[in-house]
């Protein structure tokens, strides 16, 4: 029997947005290391043009483009015979968001990444979806896009394509619930009294993952999870009630779940985006990734702990979004970007952050802005909304 794939396999096109990024940058290790498999057809970045320009020749990319107007004739000037083409502006993202590919893989981080992810979508693209927050923000006016133009969505989170692994569509009425686990990033052991002072540089140490540093803060909150119980929310077909989180340090098993029967499905592995990526690439199939293999003998020990929602109230926050629908999450979602820049930049303080998205969802109620969301345009003035109103707040708060 052949090991090898189909020799008819044609390969496949590749579109990948924040390929300058943590997942970008994994991503295309995945694809160096099976070269006949992929056809790179564009790669979107944003500041970093020197790592774009080398990215787009070392494997063949039609185009580069920065979503940075400015950086056009820099990047034009680093392609310069390659054969490769430049391109710069949010327009040029759209364009390339559109070009014929199999696949896109969404990577850019935040809100900003919603609207080329969308372009591609309505292309019918099928979409590898790292960007949590394209689903936390626009839910289910995302869906809709990805419906009415029969786009496949394949989820990167490590935690959900371990549950999308594992999750019996034809069995969802006997699901109970989802288990997503967490490490509990690099404060779980650290008190309440503790988590006043904590520097940005203390928490971009994640203890597992080397990631982004808007992913790594919100790891540290715990936001990350809160926004992931949101996305799993969107991504099966289980109410809020049936989605859980637990903490996790080894980060070995990615999630679970549970069955009507008492049975728990998990998918293990060691803690490596390329594993999830090459699954959302390949899929249906699978192919073969470099990524060290797991020894749970040289492991020795799983362990698991309830989440502390009194240190860490943002799975809560966000549950409570789930809760309150409409709008509330994009609300939430915006405003905890703000609050990560603000800590990152050193005008609050950690617990602030926190803090900061809950205070702008309790004025977002007090003043009747979560309503409900059917439109690209009512998603846009919740984000603004709660970006306006975090940004005022924060301003409040270091004067
Ligand atoms: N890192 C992980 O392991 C991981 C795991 C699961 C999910 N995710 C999710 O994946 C997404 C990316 O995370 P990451 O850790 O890879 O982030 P990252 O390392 O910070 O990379 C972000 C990417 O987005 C690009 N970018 C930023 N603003 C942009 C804009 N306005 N237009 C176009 N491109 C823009 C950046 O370009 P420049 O660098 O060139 O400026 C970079 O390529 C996030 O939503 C995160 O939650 C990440």
């Given at each position: 029997m052949s090991r090898g794939r189909p020799e008819a396999e044609r390969a496949k096109t590749l579109t990948i947005l924040g390929s300058t990024g943590s997942v970008g940058c994994s991503t295309l290790d995945v694809v160096a290391h099976q070269p006949d498999r992929f056809e790179v057809v564009a790669l979107v970045g944003n500041r970093n043009i020197d790592l774009l320009a080398e990215q787009a020749i070392g494997c063949g990319a039609q185009i580069a483009v920065t979503a940075d107007e400015s950086l056009y004739g820099a990047?034009?000037?680093?392609?310069?015979?390659?054969?490769?083409?430049?391109?710069?502006?949010?327009?040029?993202?759209?364009d390339a968001s559109r070009r014929p590919a199999d696949l896109i893989v969404a990577a850019i981080v935040g809100a900003a990444g919603l609207k080329p992810t969308l372009a591609a979508a309505e292309q019918g693209t099928t979409i590898a979806l790292a960007n949590k927050e394209c689903l936390v923000c626009a839910g289910d006016v995302f869906k809709d896009v990805l419906r009415k133009n029969g786009a496949q969505l394949l989820p990167v989170d490590s935690e959900h394509s371990a549950v999308f692994q594992v999750f019996e569509q034809p069995q969802s009425e006997q699901v109970e619930r989802i288990i997503l686990t967490a490490s509990g990033g690099p404060f779980r052991t650290a008190s309440y009294d503790d988590l006043k002072n904590v520097t940005p540089e203390q928490a971009l140490k994640h203890p597992n993952w080397d990631m982004g540093p808007k992913i790594t803060i919100d790891s540290a909150t715990l936001m990350n999870k809160g926004l992931e119980l949101i996305e799993a929310y969107h991504l099966f077909p289980v109410e809020p009630s049936q989605l859980e989180a637990v903490i996790h340090p080894q980060s070995i098993i990615h999630s679970m779940v549970s069955y009507c029967d008492g049975s728990v499905l998990a998918q293990l592995g060691v803690p490596d985006m390329r594993t999830p990526i090459a699954y959302a690439l390949a899929w249906p199939s699978r192919m073969p990734t470099p990524v060290e293999r797991l020894d749970l003998a040289k492991i020795g020990q799983l362990t698991f702990e309830p989440v502390d929602s009194d240190k860490f109230p943002s799975v809560d926050l966000c549950l409570g979004c789930l809760e309150t629908g409409g709008s509330a999450s994009a609300v939430m979602n915006a405003s905890n970007e703000v609050a990560v820049d603000e800590f990152l930049s050193g005008r609050i303080g950690f617990l602030g952050i926190t803090e900061l998205t809950r205070a702008v969802l309790d004025d977002a109620d007090a003043s009747g802005m979560l309503g409900t969301m059917t439109s690209l345009d009512d998603v846009s003035e919740a984000d603004q909304f709660g970006r306006g109103k975090a940004i005022e707040l924060a301003r409040r708060l270091h004067t």
């Open positions: 990047l034009k000037g680093r392609l310069a015979g390659s054969g490769v083409e430049a391109a710069a502006g949010l327009q040029a993202v759209m």
